[in-house]
């Protein structure tokens, strides 16, 4: 069984931003994309572990502040021509309120 | 626009031609004012131009334009009259009668006339027809609504933008190059399109099943639907189109359908006329029909059992029955033909035959992370196919080696990766593979231009991509071509002799950014969504290309009234602190000229302690870097070191860096002015502006140079008579020391021309463009016309400099330490362990 737990309103999240918290020790990073949906990820590069809370977000996709790789949202893949992936977190809106799956490591 | 009110202008002119001056020469005439229509024109022209009086009927108002590029029209990506092909000039310049808007009704082969729909009936001594299509249109119930439009021709064009004004639904029936392209253009034009497909993959005639579903894939991604399988049972409506009803009971509304199933060669002329018709009207090797006056052309024949509907076979077909007229033997033997979606940013490339089967080898590569998709089909050691998704770079390669039946045998283990690969074992130099094509290689499909023609173009003077575009039409269409033409350039002029042209920012758009940048400030646009949908920017919001480099020419376009969108910048420039591989940030606070004081020295070594900041370091830059602080952590270093009334040092961002100065006159035996008082009126001066690209300076008291003067953006060299002033100087990994500008004599000249020289560097320069590559593009020539040689000019650069600095000196760091978005640095949630 998943728990859910509640993180907050889409009001809290930057449009084409990102905010992060940690969830069982793992940082996550909570993007809101142009079309107001929200994905979650761990919020580690999968090619040297950047922050990609702290990327552009574009499309359903971010560009990792360090070298630039861009990350699906939905998936967690790097797109592009390198290979790599991060965990999604689940995470459903429900009303007002973001829901996170909690912990991460069943979902991963 | 070039339109021929043709009805009302031309008057009949009897039953028996009787041409005004007896003209002794044989009248041609040709139905259809086409591409296929006017191209044999242009090819008879150019063989032999005083033999035949011409005169063109054509159906549509218009004159002869480039229907392929229909679809960039229905895109909003050009405008009509960037599709002409030929303009009136061009009639009136061969002595050609147009007769516009009033088709040909009849063919009365034994009077050798035609009749149009105005009456006028007109002789002929040779009959060239060139109807091309008719669309198809699938009898459903309904399908005569208004509301129900075909995509052939320019009327339909208008008559899908007056349908999309104001939005609502479309539904394109057709999941083909007609009906994708049609959906595409309909989407960016603010409309909700849902494709439906008979078939359950798109384009099953141009593509296997795995570039559909990719293709599929990509048009979802763009806000598309797209329903395969999807038999359409009937339009709805009630005197206009409401909505679609799908076999399976499914209805869509929609307010405009676009019907794309197919198309029909338009042969009813012929028919009637008693011409020998098959599925098209049916013409030898030089397109002659079963009447030896009467020659056909283009999608409305049939040639050897097979009917076309694409433009390369109708530039071949166009060069034999000309050939032929003037008594050359070039026999046609048929077209191979290649397809290319004219979607901006999807690559989509199919040649020839990949239906496989008996005797058949695929090669196949998939790159799943990039979204390629290469397939190539062999068949007795030779290309007969090929399909490219994502990755459509080398259809041109192997096309030709299809064409020329060549064997691959030798290649074959490469083949796949490509031309560059597979000739010289992917160290090959891309250039000497565009070298070592043939001279009739064809080069721009949509036009028909092959290599030998570019380079005659390019060698006739054509130095530039446009001058190509506009000389020989060579990747003025679909632009697919651009990069061998771009090649040809290089090959035949040197790279130094090539101009060059706009490439376009990234993939989100077709323009280029000194285009991007014009329309802006021309169209007075106001917001980065506002450039996005009236230059139809492909992706829903852009990409981390395109977005900082919009935010930055809006900025300089409209200072004080744009509102900075922090979502389109680099982190760095989003948390004024510079990011660091582990994901903490360092800190630089400014040192005006490398100057410092106790306090300030005070103020850092506390915040280092307080911090626990693992590393205080000197830069490169004569000021000092505090490193590893956390995100969280940085308002309250901002706070510390504003208290002690220290600045950011914009160490992270496109804009002034730091000022380096050498002790100068005040101390220095060499020194021969006061370089550390301009280094420090110069940062006052300067901090804060947003730039291309970083931006660095540096004044030296002497020729010595210590402060490294002449790597610098602008440098200024101190002499006794007064102050050299340099640009354009980069260390980094291409180093290149500074241009003289111009030599001052005082201070207030220094920080006038500097002031001046920084203005045209923002408003010229392309995003990331240093100084040093601006420069060399640009020619120091020019940055000198502008900042020195024109007094006013300069003035008035330095004014809009200033202006926009009034609103750019408020230090981001006091900002944020005053609260404004502090979202960005807490965590969302403080406790969710
Ligand atoms: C801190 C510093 C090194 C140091 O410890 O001394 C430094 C650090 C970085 N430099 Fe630099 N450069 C520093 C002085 C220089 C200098 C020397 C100078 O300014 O006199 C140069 C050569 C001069 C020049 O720019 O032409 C220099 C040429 C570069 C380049 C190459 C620029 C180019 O046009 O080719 C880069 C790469 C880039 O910007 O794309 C770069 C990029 C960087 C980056 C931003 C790399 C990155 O993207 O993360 C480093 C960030 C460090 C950080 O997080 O703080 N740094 N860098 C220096 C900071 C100066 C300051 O006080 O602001
Ligand atoms: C939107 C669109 C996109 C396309 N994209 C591509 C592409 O990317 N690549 C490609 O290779 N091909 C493409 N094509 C196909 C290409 O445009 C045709 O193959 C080409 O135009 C055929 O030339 P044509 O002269 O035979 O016919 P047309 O160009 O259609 O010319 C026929 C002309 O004859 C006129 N006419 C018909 N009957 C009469 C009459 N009785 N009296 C007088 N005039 C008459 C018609 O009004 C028309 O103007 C596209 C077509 C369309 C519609
Ligand atoms: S020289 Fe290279 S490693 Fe050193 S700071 Fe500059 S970019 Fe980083
Ligand atoms: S760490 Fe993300 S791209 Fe290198």
């Given at each position: 069984m998943t728990d859910w737990i509640d993180i907050g309103t889409l009001a809290d999240l930057p449009l084409r931003g990102s905010r992060t918290l940690t969830l069982a020790g793992d940082p996550v990073a909570v993007f809101r994309t142009h079309d107001d949906r929200v994905f979650a990820l761990i919020d580690r590069c999968p090619h040297k572990g950047g922050p990609l809370s702290a990327g552009i977000v574009h499309g359903h996709a971010v560009a990792c502040p360090l070298h630039n790789l861009r990350i699906s949202l939905a998936t967690g893949a790097v797109l592009g021509e390198d290979a790599g992936c991060t965990p999604v977190v689940p995470v459903r809106v429900a009303g007002e309120r973001i829901l996170l799956a909690s912990p991460v490591r069943a979902a991963a | 626009m070039e339109f021929f009110e043709a009805t009302a202008t031309h008057v009949d002119d009897g039953p028996v031609p009787a041409p005004a001056s007896p003209d002794a020469r044989e009248h041609l005439v040709v139905i259809g004012n086409g591409m296929a229509g006017c191209r044999a024109v242009e090819e008879l022209l150019a063989r032999d131009g005083t033999r035949f009086r011409v005169t063109i009927f054509g159906a549509e108002p218009h004159v002869n334009y480039n229907r392929i590029m229909l679809s960039p029209v229905l895109a909003g990506e050009r405008t009509f009259q960037e599709i002409v092909i030929n303009d009136s000039g061009w009639y009136a310049q061969h002595g050609i009668e147009l007769v516009a808007g009033d088709p040909v009704v009849a063919i009365d082969r034994v009077a050798r006339t035609v009749t149009a729909r105005s009456g006028r009936v007109t002789g002929y001594d040779k009959l060239l027809i060139a109807t091309g299509s008719d669309p198809f249109i699938i009898p459903v119930p309904g399908h005569d609504l208004p509301g129900v439009i075909s995509f052939r021709d320019m009327a339909d064009v208008d008559a899908m933008l007056a349908a999309a004004a104001g939005g609502g639904e479309a539904v394109v029936i057709g999941g083909g190059l007609l009906g994708l392209e049609a959906a595409h253009g309909l989407t960016l034009r603010g409309m909700k399109v849902t494709v439906l497909h008979l078939m359950p993959t798109l384009m099953e005639r141009q593509l296997d099943e795995a570039a559909g579903w990719l293709l599929k894939s990509a048009l979802e991604a763009r806000g598309q639907t797209i329903l395969t399988g999807a038999d359409t049972a009937a339009i709805l409506g009630d005197g206009k189109v409401e909505g679609v009803q799908l076999k399976d009971g499914r209805v869509l509304?929609?307010?405009?359908?676009?019907?794309?199933?197919?198309?029909?060669?338009?042969?009813?002329?012929?028919?009637?006329?008693?011409?020998?018709?098959?599925?098209?009207?049916?013409?030898?090797?030089?397109?002659?029909?079963?009447?030896?006056?009467?020659?056909?052309?283009?999608?409305?024949?049939?040639?050897?059992?097979?009917?076309?509907?694409?433009?390369?076979?109708?530039?071949?077909?166009?060069?034999?029955?000309?050939?032929?007229?003037?008594?050359?033997?070039?026999?046609?033997?048929g077209s191979v033909t290649s397809t290319k979606l004219k979607v901006a940013g999807l690559d989509v490339f199919s040649a020839g035959d990949f239906s496989g089967g008996e005797g058949c080898e695929d090669i196949v590569l998939r790159d799943a992370a990039r979204g390629v998709y290469k397939r190539v089909v062999l068949k007795d050691d030779r290309i007969i196919g090929a399909v490219l998704f994502g990755d459509t770079g080398d259809g041109g390669w192997y096309f030709d080696l299809l064409k020329k039946g060549e064997r691959v045998a030798a290649i074959r283990d490469v083949l796949i990766y490509g031309q560059a690969f597979a000739s010289g074992g992917g160290l090959a130099d891309p250039k000497a593979a565009v070298a070592a094509l043939s001279d009739d290689a064809e080069i721009c499909g949509c036009n028909g231009v092959s290599k030998g023609q570019v380079v005659a173009s390019i060698a006739g003077g054509a130095c530039s991509l446009d001058a190509v575009r506009s000389g020989c039409k060579a990747s003025a269409s679909c632009g697919s071509c651009t990069g061998i033409v771009e090649t040809l350039l290089a090959l035949t002029l040197g790279e130094e002799g090539v101009q060059a042209g706009p490439k376009t920012m990234c993939k989100c758009t077709s323009y280029g950014h000194d285009e991007v940048r014009r329309a802006i400030v021309e169209q007075g646009m106001r917001a980065i969504p506002e450039v996005m949908q009236r230059l139809h920017w492909s992706t829903p919001d852009g990409c981390s290309s395109c977005r900082p480099a919009l935010n930055y020419y809006l900025l300089c376009a409209l200072p004080g009234e744009y509102v900075d969108d922090q979502q389109s910048r680099f982190v760095n420039e989003r948390l004024h602190a510079n990011i660091q591989k582990d994901g903490t940030y360092s800190v630089v606070p400014r040192m005006w000229g490398g100057v410092t004081t106790p306090t300030e020295l005070r103020a850092i070594a506390d915040v280092v302690e307080k911090y626990n900041a693992p590393m205080v370091k000197v830069t490169g830059g004569q000021r000092l870097d505090i490193f590893g602080i956390r995100k969280e952590d940085l308002p309250a270093v901002w706070a510390d070191l504003n208290a002690a009334g220290m600045v950011s040092g914009h160490a992270y961002a496109k804009a002034l860096r730091t000022v380096k100065t050498c002790v100068g006159s005040e101390w220095c035996r060499f020194g021969t002015q006061d370089s550390t008082g301009l280094g420090i009126k110069l940062e006052r001066g300067f901090w804060g502006s947003w730039m291309p690209h970083k931006f660095k300076m540096a004044v030296s008291g002497c020729p010595r140079n210590c402060a490294e003067a002449t790597i610098k953006d602008f440098g200024v060299v101190c002499v006794d008579s007064g102050y050299e002033l340099h640009v354009g100087g980069n260390g980094g990994i291409h180093v290149r020391a500074t241009d003289l500008l111009v030599k001052v004599t005082t201070e207030e000249e220094a920080m006038h021309t500097a002031a001046a020289f920084v203005q045209l560097y923002r408003e010229e320069a392309r995003y990331l463009e240093r100084t040093a590559p601006w420069i060399e593009r640009v020619g120091l020539g020019h940055v000198k016309a502008r900042v020195v040689e024109d007094e006013a000019g300069r003035d008035a650069l330095a004014a809009r400099f200033w202006h926009s600095q009034s609103f750019s000196q408020d230090d981001p760091w006091a900002e944020r330490v005053a609260g404004a978005d502090a979202g960005l640095h807490q965590p969302l949630l403080a406790a969710a362990e």
């Amino acid at each position: 069984m998943t728990d859910w737990i509640d993180i907050g309103t889409l009001a809290d999240l930057p449009l084409r931003g990102s905010r992060t918290l940690t969830l069982a020790g793992d940082p996550v990073a909570v993007f809101r994309t142009h079309d107001d949906r929200v994905f979650a990820l761990i919020d580690r590069c999968p090619h040297k572990g950047g922050p990609l809370s702290a990327g552009i977000v574009h499309g359903h996709a971010v560009a990792c502040p360090l070298h630039n790789l861009r990350i699906s949202l939905a998936t967690g893949a790097v797109l592009g021509e390198d290979a790599g992936c991060t965990p999604v977190v689940p995470v459903r809106v429900a009303g007002e309120r973001i829901l996170l799956a909690s912990p991460v490591r069943a979902a991963a | 626009m070039e339109f021929f009110e043709a009805t009302a202008t031309h008057v009949d002119d009897g039953p028996v031609p009787a041409p005004a001056s007896p003209d002794a020469r044989e009248h041609l005439v040709v139905i259809g004012n086409g591409m296929a229509g006017c191209r044999a024109v242009e090819e008879l022209l150019a063989r032999d131009g005083t033999r035949f009086r011409v005169t063109i009927f054509g159906a549509e108002p218009h004159v002869n334009y480039n229907r392929i590029m229909l679809s960039p029209v229905l895109a909003g990506e050009r405008t009509f009259q960037e599709i002409v092909i030929n303009d009136s000039g061009w009639y009136a310049q061969h002595g050609i009668e147009l007769v516009a808007g009033d088709p040909v009704v009849a063919i009365d082969r034994v009077a050798r006339t035609v009749t149009a729909r105005s009456g006028r009936v007109t002789g002929y001594d040779k009959l060239l027809i060139a109807t091309g299509s008719d669309p198809f249109i699938i009898p459903v119930p309904g399908h005569d609504l208004p509301g129900v439009i075909s995509f052939r021709d320019m009327a339909d064009v208008d008559a899908m933008l007056a349908a999309a004004a104001g939005g609502g639904e479309a539904v394109v029936i057709g999941g083909g190059l007609l009906g994708l392209e049609a959906a595409h253009g309909l989407t960016l034009r603010g409309m909700k399109v849902t494709v439906l497909h008979l078939m359950p993959t798109l384009m099953e005639r141009q593509l296997d099943e795995a570039a559909g579903w990719l293709l599929k894939s990509a048009l979802e991604a763009r806000g598309q639907t797209i329903l395969t399988g999807a038999d359409t049972a009937a339009i709805l409506g009630d005197g206009k189109v409401e909505g679609v009803q799908l076999k399976d009971g499914r209805v869509l509304p929609a307010k405009l359908v676009v019907m794309a199933v197919g198309i029909r060669p338009s042969v009813k002329l012929a028919r009637e006329a008693g011409l020998a018709v098959g599925r098209g009207i049916q013409v030898d090797d030089h397109m002659v029909t079963s009447d030896a006056d009467v020659l056909a052309v283009g999608e409305c024949v049939e040639h050897d059992g097979q009917c076309y509907g694409l433009v390369a076979p109708l530039w071949d077909m166009c060069r034999s029955l000309a050939d032929g007229l003037v008594g050359r033997t070039n026999p046609y033997r048929g077209s191979v033909t290649s397809t290319k979606l004219k979607v901006a940013g999807l690559d989509v490339f199919s040649a020839g035959d990949f239906s496989g089967g008996e005797g058949c080898e695929d090669i196949v590569l998939r790159d799943a992370a990039r979204g390629v998709y290469k397939r190539v089909v062999l068949k007795d050691d030779r290309i007969i196919g090929a399909v490219l998704f994502g990755d459509t770079g080398d259809g041109g390669w192997y096309f030709d080696l299809l064409k020329k039946g060549e064997r691959v045998a030798a290649i074959r283990d490469v083949l796949i990766y490509g031309q560059a690969f597979a000739s010289g074992g992917g160290l090959a130099d891309p250039k000497a593979a565009v070298a070592a094509l043939s001279d009739d290689a064809e080069i721009c499909g949509c036009n028909g231009v092959s290599k030998g023609q570019v380079v005659a173009s390019i060698a006739g003077g054509a130095c530039s991509l446009d001058a190509v575009r506009s000389g020989c039409k060579a990747s003025a269409s679909c632009g697919s071509c651009t990069g061998i033409v771009e090649t040809l350039l290089a090959l035949t002029l040197g790279e130094e002799g090539v101009q060059a042209g706009p490439k376009t920012m990234c993939k989100c758009t077709s323009y280029g950014h000194d285009e991007v940048r014009r329309a802006i400030v021309e169209q007075g646009m106001r917001a980065i969504p506002e450039v996005m949908q009236r230059l139809h920017w492909s992706t829903p919001d852009g990409c981390s290309s395109c977005r900082p480099a919009l935010n930055y020419y809006l900025l300089c376009a409209l200072p004080g009234e744009y509102v900075d969108d922090q979502q389109s910048r680099f982190v760095n420039e989003r948390l004024h602190a510079n990011i660091q591989k582990d994901g903490t940030y360092s800190v630089v606070p400014r040192m005006w000229g490398g100057v410092t004081t106790p306090t300030e020295l005070r103020a850092i070594a506390d915040v280092v302690e307080k911090y626990n900041a693992p590393m205080v370091k000197v830069t490169g830059g004569q000021r000092l870097d505090i490193f590893g602080i956390r995100k969280e952590d940085l308002p309250a270093v901002w706070a510390d070191l504003n208290a002690a009334g220290m600045v950011s040092g914009h160490a992270y961002a496109k804009a002034l860096r730091t000022v380096k100065t050498c002790v100068g006159s005040e101390w220095c035996r060499f020194g021969t002015q006061d370089s550390t008082g301009l280094g420090i009126k110069l940062e006052r001066g300067f901090w804060g502006s947003w730039m291309p690209h970083k931006f660095k300076m540096a004044v030296s008291g002497c020729p010595r140079n210590c402060a490294e003067a002449t790597i610098k953006d602008f440098g200024v060299v101190c002499v006794d008579s007064g102050y050299e002033l340099h640009v354009g100087g980069n260390g980094g990994i291409h180093v290149r020391a500074t241009d003289l500008l111009v030599k001052v004599t005082t201070e207030e000249e220094a920080m006038h021309t500097a002031a001046a020289f920084v203005q045209l560097y923002r408003e010229e320069a392309r995003y990331l463009e240093r100084t040093a590559p601006w420069i060399e593009r640009v020619g120091l020539g020019h940055v000198k016309a502008r900042v020195v040689e024109d007094e006013a000019g300069r003035d008035a650069l330095a004014a809009r400099f200033w202006h926009s600095q009034s609103f750019s000196q408020d230090d981001p760091w006091a900002e944020r330490v005053a609260g404004a978005d502090a979202g960005l640095h807490q965590p969302l949630l403080a406790a969710a362990e």
